[in-house]
Nanobody, 127 residues
Framework: QVQLVESGGGLAQAGGSLRLSCTAAGSTLDSYTLGWFRQAPGKERELVAAISRSGGDTSHAGSVAGRFKISRDNAKNTVYLQMNSLRPEDTAVYYC????????????????????WGQGTQVTVST
């Protein structure tokens, strides 16, 4: 069982930065595509960014492209989400997720492909 634990959330001012981290307890993540999702109050969960097993292929939602960057360090069993130029509309609970993937160079874009989820970390951006 993959247990994902997020950290790094909190309160930031608009224009500021935060870095989220997600590690796995008791298992390695190098066989998994990893993703960051977020869910704001009253809204559906949406994918923010995804990264392939190798880390060489990534994709970011249009709303965060150029501001957020997903990365991973397989040696540290950790995935990151660097969030810059934060906006109030980025306020949400952020979740990391892992999906087993036989391909090293592809990633998943749909929540249904991710079998393992963290508990979420709150990000609040003030004006």
């Amino acid at each position: 069982q993959v247990q994902l634990v997020e950290s790094g959330g909190g309160l930031a001012q608009a224009g500021g930065s935060l870095r989220l981290s997600c590690t796995a307890a008791g298992s390695t993540l190098d066989s998994y595509t990893l993703g960051w999702f977020r869910q704001a109050p009253g809204k559906e969960r949406e994918l923010v960014a995804a990264i392939s097993r190798s880390g060489g292929d990534t994709s970011h939602a249009g709303s965060v492209a150029g501001r957020f960057k997903i990365s991973r360090d397989n040696a540290k069993n950790t995935v990151y989400l660097q969030m810059n130029s934060l906006r109030p509309e980025d306020t949400a609970v952020y979740y990391c997720a892992a999906g087993l993937n036989p391909n090293t160079g592809t990633y998943y874009w749909h929540a249904k492909d991710y079998a393992h989820w963290g508990q979420g970390t709150q990000v609040t951006v003030s004006t």
